[in-house]
């Protein structure tokens, strides 16, 4: 019989959960599915005061079904270790990787062949510190030392202002975001993110129900066309109904060497006046590159396990004061429990089309580029929205299973058509012509020697649409890591 642990009181002060754990997202969103979570779960990081708030309210869990107890139970194991403690934890991990992907779905797969990794991580009720640091050989940008999902913040209320290297993902998808996914390496950034997602107490904004906020303030690299841009990103999502969970994003470039800085430009920014030919808009004075959207998440258990629909329309130009251009993503998900209690299982099926105005007729090399901000919306040579970069359109399935005892085992299906605008653009990040793809990648991880160990295999074959040849790729990594030292 399955006991869960008695959820202490204790706050995990501002402790975020990063994004890149597929084992544990699911079990978050299980336990968002049957209520036990009340609050938004697509922005990540997550906060576990939100998440421990949340279980703790539920109060007294003994009717709950098999497969909500399993997810809880792993919840509250992971919950344990972010609690508040006078003393601080310490962690480590390596990794190796030949030929890593470069789609990077939700899970945290190596980026480059090694990494050598370490890291602190110390609250209490003002104070947040993670502090993280990478060796990393032979990185395709440059950067063989990083301090990748780092965070300094301070505690305001219900509000974490923080200096953060921590990874992102905006958005309901599972193998892609359209507008910020942790693709691309974190971009350093200035942060404000909600805490607990309580609802407003007003009468006139309560329909709204739980909600969360996250802003971030970055800086780009140096090494792009316009040597430092900034980066804003900002993202509003809420549950008005327990079946259904809505997102408003909106990132613009700015800024950088040579471009306009200041007030004026910021507010027309803002403001969306950012058209040239409108507004005495010109190409020396445009604010910068905009990007914005929506996305959702409709669920029900009402076949006697959880069943969702989701979706996301990125506009990549604004038109009449709203987004324009659209790209879109859109996939359906089920999650269950074996029959002999022992695994907990998703599926999901998902598409994602990155050309603008892809739910009318395809403008190619559009998405992801722009005139004057010419490195595109790109960090560290890779795309900061979905994993395929520009031009893409691309059908995945996954499926995973969750033991009692925290392993899994996972397996994503991908197959479609990448930089389909046709000619040489080398501004892609994937490739710089027209390829087929189709491809597999499996994986398994498990608790082992005082942290976790996970072992990946991949196949991918790729057809030139122009030329006609076929490239075959395996690619393989293990990686470990090790908590509480």
Request: negative net charge.
């Amino acid at each position: 019989m399955l006991v869960v642990p008695v959820l202490l009181g204790s706050a995990a002060y501002g402790a975020s959960i990063a994004p890149g754990d597929v084992g544990l997202r699911h079990d978050i969103q299980v336990l968002a599915d049957y209520g036990v979570i009340t609050g938004p779960v697509s922005t990540w990081p997550l906060d576990w005061r939100a998440i421990a708030a949340d279980i703790h309210a539920a109060g007294d869990q003994t009717d709950l079904s098999p497969a909500v107890l399993s997810s809880l139970y792993r919840v509250e194991q992971r919950l344990q270790r972010s609690l508040q403690s006078d003393k601080p934890f310490y962690s480590a991990g390596i990794s190796f990787a030949e030929d890593p992907t470069r789609i990077r779905a939700f899970s945290n797969t190596p980026r480059e062949k090694a990494e050598l990794a370490a890291g602190i991580r110390w609250t209490n009720d003002r104070i947040v510190v993670d502090l993280n640091v990478q060796g990393v050989e032979s990185p395709a940008d440059g950067d063989d030392v990083r301090a990748d999902g780092s965070l300094l913040g301070v505690n305001l209320g219900n509000f974490t202002i923080a200096a953060s290297t921590m990874e992102r993902w905006w958005g309901p998808g599972w193998d892609g975001s359209l507008i910020l996914s942790n693709n691309a390496r974190p971009i350093p950034s200035l942060t404000i993110n909600r805490g607990e997602t309580k609802p407003f107490k007003s009468k006139w904004l309560s329909w709204i129900g739980p909600w969360d906020m996250s802003v971030m303030w970055g800086q780009l690299e140096k090494e792009r066309v316009i040597p430092n841009a900034k980066f804003i990103g900002f993202r509003f999502n809420f549950r008005p109904f327990d079946s259904l969970e809505l997102g408003i994003t909106r990132t613009a470039q700015w800024c950088g060497d040579g471009r306009p800085c200041g007030l004026d430009t910021f507010t027309d920014l803002l403001i969306g006046n950012d058209n040239i030919g409108e507004g005495g808009v010109t190409a020396e004075n445009e604010p910068g590159n905009q990007m914005a959207g929506f996305d959702f998440r409709w669920s029900t258990t009402r076949f006697g396990t959880p069943v969702a629909l989701y979706g996301q329309m990125i506009g990549e130009d604004e038109a009449g004061g709203f987004p324009s251009r659209y790209l879109a993503l859109g996939g359906a998900e089920m999650s269950g429990l074996s029959e002999n209690g022992r695994w907990s299982y998703r599926w999901y099926a998902e598409f994602a089309g990155t050309s603008c105005d892809f739910v009318k007729d395809d403008l190619f090399n559009c998405a992801y580029n722009q005139g004057i901000y010419q490195s595109g919306y790109r960090y560290q040579g890779r795309a900061i929205g979905h994993g395929a970069d520009n031009d893409a359109l691309i059908a995945s399935f996954g499926v995973m299973v969750v033991g009692r005892d925290d392993n899994r085992f996972g397996a994503i299906f991908r197959a479609g058509n990448l930089n389909r605008g046709g000619g040489f653009d080398a501004r892609n990040t994937v490739t710089p012509v027209a390829l087929d793809l189709l491809s597999i990648d499996l994986e398994y991880s498990r608790e082992f020697g005082g942290g976790r160990v996970e072992i990946g295999a991949g196949f991918q074959g790729l057809e030139n649409v122009a030329g006609g040849s076929t490239t075959t790729d395996l690619r393989a990594y293990l990686s470990w890591s090790i908590y509480d030292l």
